[in-house]
């Protein structure tokens, strides 16, 4: 099974999800996160250029284009990753739930709890597969005892698909599970603060076909939940799993709109290239 972003057999089919909402008006509703006129710079380099969108959480949001275009670059502005990056500044508003989060009096700890990441690479703490659940809600006070730690953990492992797999050796480190439970085990990690917001950047790069399908499974049944934007250099996975897609192509996001539009319909020249493999 190959992925690649020039292969586009099957991208032109909505999946189920994109389809039982194809007629629903769910904009109508107010957005978790809204970005507005959003610009991000490497030192002098212009890396996003005005971007505007809203983030629902009744759907899957994939952003999709060529390396390089930006879009994980603004996927970390969403929760302030960049933060990290000391030559990198964000100009324009980002809001959740209508409060900036660059305003200067925004927690940032609490807002990467509430608007959690989930990495290209699967990133388990050396910890055991207990304790990789359990230390957020620890040190965001939301277990007041034992008994509200293994609850959190079951319930997290269980809403990530890894429960049946794991419960018997919860005292293993995480770092040895397969690579497609450890990218699990990250999700439910996320998941165990109570987010509202998961950003997933490539979170099945450097995982095979049956992994990669057992995460598509999860974010399916994770929708509705949580708000779910997804970077993939995957069409198909765009395809397969969300319910609208923006494209991005040189730091601009040049077109936003339903998935299936996107991939049969698409509004711009440069977006159909992209998806017909012209260039990418």
């Known amino acids: 099974m190959t992925d690649t972003g020039t292969e586009i057999d099957d991208a032109s089919i909505p999946s189920q999800s994109e389809k039982s909402l194809e007629h629903e008006n769910v904009e109508t509703g107010e957005p978790k996160m809204r970005a ?8 002098d380099k212009r890396a996003i250029d005005d971007v505007s ?6 759907y899957v949001t994939a952003f999709i284009g060529p390396s390089g275009c930006g879009k994980s670059t603004f996927l970390r502005a969403l929760n302030r990753m960049n933060d990290t990056i000391p030559s990198a500044s964000v100009k324009g508003r980002i809001e959740l739930d209508g409060d900036d989060i660059y305003a200067s009096g925004m927690d940032v700890v609490q807002l990467r709890a509430r608007v959690g990441m989930v990495f290209q690479k699967p990133n388990p703490f050396p910890k055991s ?7 957020g809600p620890r040190i965001h006070g939301l277990a007041e005892n034992r008994n509200d730690v293994d609850e959190i953990v079951e319930k997290s492992l269980r809403r990530a698909g890894l429960w049946e797999e794991v419960k018997d050796r919860l005292q293993d480190s995480g770092t040895a599970l397969s690579g497609g439970q450890q990218q699990r085990l990250c999700i439910a990690r ?5 987010p509202e917001v998961i950003l997933m950047d490539e979170p099945c790069s450097a995982l095979d076909p049956i992994a990669t399908a057992k995460i598509e499974e999860l974010i399916d049944e994770l929708r509705g939940r949580y708000g779910i934007v997804i970077v993939t250099h995957s069409m198909q ?3 397969r799993v969300s319910q609208r897609t923006a494209f991005f192509h040189l730091g601009k996001m040049v077109e936003y709109g339903h998935t299936s539009d996107i991939f049969t ?3 711009e020249k440069r977006t159909q290239d992209y998806i017909t493999g012209r260039y990418g």
């Open 129 to 135: 597969i207990y304790e990789n659940i359990a230390y």
């Open 53 to 58: 969108i809203d983030i629902y959480t009744e």
């Open 265 to 267: 319909n698409p509004r």
């Open 190 to 194: 996320a998941i165990a603060v109570d």
């Open 237 to 239: 996975q765009a395809a």
């Open 36 to 43: 507005q006129g959003v610009d991000v710079y490497y030192g």
